[in-house]
């Protein structure tokens, strides 16, 4: 009897370290209250680098509003593990933070029923006119804002100049994807190395080249179009740069995996398209490219085809059961809507802020750590691209339809060799039931 009692409190205090995450803090969260430094608000968040932008936004608030201090407590935990942590918090009623960073493809679970998510419009509403609005139309939900983005999120492709040169490829003749293809068996042909890398655990190999050509995992009116004719072709190209050996599926199974970060660093592929804002993943953790790389618009299928996509987003919101969710509203307002807030958003994590008007800025050009690693030249490209970018659909069924392209689509066609046509019907007709 003892040991059963003992055992049991064994497989409790398993499941709580499980839910507690990898978090950066030893607090567990919930509602924040005031301390000696100020009103504490806790920050959930499932990247490193949010938290960072975070803690410098909270130390230049406190400098700002001296009469409203915070004590920003900002834990990083793993991407799966924090959702799910803060579904259950939210659906419980209690544990939940006063802020959190939610992504784009698990937004919609948090907006079923009725949110337990503070309504955002009294901060969103009077800088409507500023910012890019499908960037928070993506969190709404009849009307009403609930999360706020980081960025527009342009796909861009990122070229290492030092393997092109060595094969004799010039990026600015890679017009359209059949370009991009015969400059990969060149460089495959001159250098063993290949073009680039596909993702078999996530979907930003996949997502963005479908967005290019107007499609979606969903329509408009929320139904799967995983199965279209487009997304089976894009699929199906993918598939044949594998077989081709012009491209290789990514070490680790995606693109932000500590494999893949080693084989990049080590000049592993030619070139990788993914949005802006992974400019940080190659500054943080590939930096033996720094002046390797360089950025251009992504090819098209089509001349005249739009030469980018808007992937990606973290919604970040505020919980009910906050109890400061005016300054944690004020907090989340200046860290992501303001002038300010933009200008930093670009200087410390590289990514395309959604303030348009900080684009133009003196400080958008100023030398940084992201043009000193990839040139003087990115906010041209950015620039060159911003009207070539197509809505994506946001609807209930993004959830399950991002985790089928992750989990079931991307590994068994590009790691398995699955009929894409076969693969694509089969998972489609599955997320329609």
């Known amino acids: 009897m003892k040991k059963a009692i003992i055992t049991a409190m064994v497989l409790v205090l398993s499941m709580v370290l ?4 990898c978090s950066t803090s030893t ?13 504490k608000l806790v920050l959930w968040t499932f990247n490193e680098l949010h938290g960072k932008f975070y803690q410098s936004m909270a130390e ?17 935990l793993p991407y799966d593990d924090m959702h799910n942590k803060l579904l259950v918090a939210l659906q419980s009623g209690t544990g939940a933070p006063d802020l959190a960073d939610i992504e784009i493809s698990k937004f919609p679970n948090f907006l079923k029923g009725t949110p337990q998510l503070v309504e955002l419009n009294s901060i969103v ?24 983005d980081f960025h527009v999120g342009a796909a861009v492709i990122y ?39 596909l993702e078999t655990s996530d979907q930003w190999s996949f997502w963005p080249l ?16 995983l199965d279209n004719d487009i997304n089976t072709k894009t699929l199906q190209f993918l598939q044949k740069l594998v077989k081709e050996k012009v491209a290789v599926t990514a070490p680790g199974g995606g693109h932000h995996a500590e494999e893949y970060y080693g084989f990049m660093n080590k000049g592993g592929a030619a070139s990788i398209w993914m949005p802006m804002w992974y400019m940080g993943r190659f500054t943080d953790y590939m930096p033996d490219l720094k002046g390797k790389i360089i ?5 098209v299928w089509e001349k005249g085809q739009f030469r980018s996509a808007g ?53 958008l050009q100023e030398e940084n750590k992201f043009t000193q690693f990839f040139g003087k030249d990115i906010f041209k490209t950015l620039d060159s691209v911003k009207n070539e970018i197509y809505p994506i659909n946001v609807g209930e069924k993004i959830p399950v339809a991002s985790d089928a392209v992750k989990t079931k689509i991307m590994p068994s066609v590009l790691q398995d060799g699955k009929d894409a046509v076969q693969t694509l019907k089969d998972v489609s007709n599955e997320l329609r039931k």
């Open 295 to 299: 950025i251009k618009p992504m090819p």
């Open 311 to 363: 992937m990606g987003g973290t919604g970040t919101a505020v919980t009910k059961q906050s109890k400061n969710q005016d300054l944690a509203m004020k907090f989340l307002s200046y860290a992501k809507l303001s002038k300010e807030g933009n200008i930093q958003i670009w200087k410390q994590l590289g990514f395309d802020p959604i303030r348009i008007e900080v684009w133009g800025m003196k400080e």
């Open 125 to 148: 509403d009077p800088e409507v006119k500023n910012i890019v609005k499908s960037r928070v139309d993506i969190y709404a939900k009849e009307g009403k804002y609930y999360g706020i």
């Open 18 to 21: 499980v839910l507690s995450g």
């Open 27 to 39: 607090s567990s969260g919930g509602s924040g209250g005031k301390s000696g430094t100020g009103t």
């Open 159 to 197: 070229y290492n100049k030092e393997i092109l040169d060595k094969a004799g490829v010039n990026a600015d003749s890679i017009v359209t994807w059949a370009d991009y293809e015969e400059a990969g068996k060149k460089v495959l042909a001159a250098t063993g190395k290949p073009m680039t890398t």
């Open 210 to 225: 479908i967005s290019q050509q107007k499609s979606d995992y969903l329509d408009k009116d929320g139904k799967v179009i």
């Open 60 to 76: 230049m608030w406190n400098k700002a509003n001296p009469d409203q201090q915070i004590e920003l407590q900002a834990d990083t």
